[in-house]
């Protein structure tokens, strides 16, 4: 396994053409058009600040919330950079988008068996050693690709050269514990709409220990849950199998 991947997102280079959404919604298979919001067809989008625009993604934690928060593994942490998300596993419960910090997760309301959608960091193409394609469809360089580490570097390069261009922060090299999408800034992160008091600990150990505290409440609602899922799958197997013996039974009737 390699270095962990990641995303440089330089705010000063953004001009804001939305090549990175039109090249998501292709990679994703999602409906074209231009979306100004996150949404169950736009796994990025962008929003502006007074000239400046700011991508909005998953962030993939190092160490994610959302997949501490899931009773069924249905979200799962790469070891090259992807949090990843299995929609056969998925009960529905949302747990994930209370835990998310940043508000990612989006729900299919509408579905009769609903699940989330968010960005997967393009994980098949790093799989064939291809960049993201949010990454490679950017005509400025906003968006870069590349091992975290060597981006930590490039970043911390660009405000030692430039201080006047850039705040003194790299968005997400230690928040939350750190996140594979990192951002540098003209101005305070503050100022674009970026929580800025989420801390350095990674959210799951705040909730372990909250969580540590009614050990039995937590393992009784995980069991639930999981007997609701299980219970609802089985309804539905069983509801298809009756509905393919009676096409059986209509056939041998006929014949």
Request: some cysteine.
């Amino acid at each position: 396994m390699g270095q962990k991947k990641a995303l440089l997102i330089d705010i000063t280079l953004c001009v804001g053409c939305n090549a990175c959404q039109a090249a998501c919604k292709v990679e994703n298979k999602l409906p074209e058009g231009e979306e100004k919001a996150l949404s169950l067809s736009a796994f990025t989008a962008l929003s502006e600040h007074d000239g400046l625009f700011v991508r909005h993604m998953c962030q993939h934690c190092d160490i994610p919330t959302c997949v501490s928060a899931c009773p069924v593994g249905a979200l799962e942490k790469r070891a090259d950079g992807p949090v990843l998300y299995d929609g056969d596993k998925c009960i529905g419960c949302r747990y994930c988008m209370q835990a998310c910090p940043f508000h990612i997760p989006r729900y299919e309301w509408k579905s009769t068996r609903p699940g989330i959608k968010k960005c997967i960091l393009c994980a098949p193409r790093l799989a064939k050693g291809l960049p993201t394609a949010c990454a490679e469809a950017c005509p400025t360089g906003a968006t870069k690709f590349g091992d975290r580490n060597d981006l930590l570097i490039e970043a911390t390069n660009r405000i030692t050269a430039d201080p006047g261009k850039y705040v003194a922060k790299i968005y997400g090299k230690t928040d939350v514990g750190g996140t594979s999408v990192l951002y540098l800034s003209p101005v305070p992160f503050e100022k674009l709409g970026f929580d800025t008091r989420l801390g350095q600990e990674p959210m799951p150990l705040l909730s372990m220990n909250a969580l540590s505290k009614v050990p039995n409440v937590v393992g009784v609602g995980s069991v639930m849950l999981a007997g609701i899922w299980w219970i609802t799958n089985r309804r539905e197997d069983v509801a298809r199998e009756e509905g393919s013996r009676k096409q059986d039974s209509n056939h041998e009737n006929r014949g």
